[in-house]
């Protein structure tokens, strides 16, 4: 099966309102080289309207063909959960993806898979399309520990999902060490795992399910490394950190997954 790659830039907690209009802008002017790749902007979520409205965004989709996501979301729909922000909510702002189980969630904010998977739960069942990371730490890869990790990060995030709900989300593959470090994995390292990630979904849907699912690397993803990442038959797409807040870079790594 042919994969439509994703590319997501993932914002982080960078940028104040008028530099994430402009960089949404410059993004929109430039999409079209990315030809039919899907291009997402996850912004800081106090700026997701602000960014929704450069890209004319609606909940029916985005004419500018940049799709909008958001970093992060509550397992609950509604309630007494100061500073949180639902699912519902994210799609009231025309938001079409949310970005869940981000390394820096779980190692920062101690977000474990049970809650990872119950967020993914939460984002399919109001219409979102989660972008489910996983990925493992420096000395998880040097004790030969990756497949096992991996694999336990897999099963427990995406725990609970029948074959039909998995086949609407997007895993992002993004080994700890590589991410704002500038150590890329190699694209047989990156290949490796993301094969090992297909076969987990095999198991846990079935194989033509597992074959449309998209696997997204990440991990200093720039203009100079992805086109060999593209290049690897399980690898489609990036989510990408800090080469995403700069158009032109983050417009070169979506159309080298054309
Ligand atoms: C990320 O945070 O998802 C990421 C991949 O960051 P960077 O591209 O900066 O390594």
Redesign the pocket.
């Known amino acids: 099966m042919s994969r439509t790659s994703i590319v997501a830039g993932?914002w982080?907690m960078n940028l104040d309102r008028g530099a994430a209009e402009a960089l949404t802008k410059a993004v929109a002017a430039g999409r079209d080289q990315a030809g039919d790749v899907d291009v997402v902007l996850c912004p800081p979520s106090i700026y997701i309207g602000t960014v929704g409205t450069a890209l004319s965004a609606t909940s029916g989709g985005s004419p500018s063909g940049v799709g909008l996501g958001a970093q992060n979301m509550s397992e609950q729909a509604s309630g007494a959960y100061t500073g949180e922000i639902s699912a519902g909510m994210l799609v009231d702002m025309c938001c079409g993806y949310v970005i869940l189980g981000?390394s820096e969630r779980r190692t920062l904010m101690g977000e474990t898979d049970e809650l990872v998977a119950a967020k993914v739960k939460a984002a399919l069942t109001a219409g979102l399309t989660p972008i489910v990371c996983v990925g493992e730490q420096l000395a998880e890869r040097e004790a030969d520990r990756t497949h096992e990790v991996v694999s336990t990060q897999v099963r427990g995030s995406l725990a609970g999902l029948s074959a039909d709900e998995l086949a609407k989300v997007v895993v992002a593959y993004?080994p700890v060490w590589?991410?704002?470090t500038g150590k890329v994995a190699t694209p047989e390292q990156a290949q490796d795992v993301h094969a090992l990630i297909r076969s987990l979904l095999t198991e846990m849907a079935s194989p033509e399910v597992a074959d449309g699912i998209r696997i997204q690397y990440?991990?200093?993803?720039k203009a100079g490394n992805a086109a060999d990442l593209a290049a690897q038959p399980d690898i489609d797409g990036a989510?990408?950190?800090?080469?995403s807040l700069e158009a032109e870079g983050f417009l070169a790594i979506a159309a080298a997954f054309r």
């Open positions: 993932n982080k981000h993004e590589a991410i704002g990440g991990g200093s993803v989510l990408v950190g800090g080469a």
